[in-house]
């Protein structure tokens, strides 16, 4: 099969495991991108999955709702390392240089049939994580919990 046939496949998976979720998603089926988002305990959260055919890559981004000012970036630099040490799949990326923070998840597909599990699994672990710690990255970035703190819940 190749790289565009097992992409569409995949694409497809995805959406049903969205429909089957009864989960309201925007589709750009042309870049193989879904659009979508969900309301955690305290902050919403969007999600941009994407498939990419060259690189055989499943991909999940969710942003956090807000940037991280400059004068505690070196402090959310460090947050970002502790919450990504009690994690077994996924990890935050933090660019530096605009305050940009996100949950990654990347799914290779190489010569593989994802299933709707699967794509349940990332959309939900994702999910999972993002709303676990957005509220704490805020929190350190505002001055209400220190990065103890945060190590302390994170391995809890």
Do not use: H
């Not at 996100?102 to 349940?120: G, N, R, T």
């Not at 999910?127 to 990255?137: A, H, L, P, R, V």
């Amino acid at each position: 099969m190749s790289k565009e046939m097992e992409a569409k496949a995949l694409y497809k998976t995805l959406c049903q495991t969205l429909d089957n979720m009864k989960w309201n998603y925007n589709k750009e089926e042309d870049k193989y991108i879904i659009r979508t988002s969900a309301v955690g305990d305290d902050l919403s959260m969007k999600l941009m999955i994407r498939i990419d055919a060259e690189r055989q890559v499943m991909y999940l981004k969710s942003p956090m709702p807000f940037a991280i000012p400059e004068k505690v970036r070196d402090t959310i630099g460090k947050a970002v390392i502790i919450a990504n040490y009690s994690m077994l799949n996924g990890s935050f990326e933090f660019d530096f240089s605009d305050g940009y923070l996100a949950f990654k998840m990347v799914v290779p597909y190489m010569e593989s049939i994802i299933s709707e599990a699967v794509c349940k699994y990332m959309i939900v672990l994702s999910c999972s994580m993002t709303d676990k710690f957005n509220d704490k990255f805020q929190a350190i970035s505002e001055g209400r919990m220190t990065l103890a703190e945060l190590e302390k819940f994170a391995n809890a």
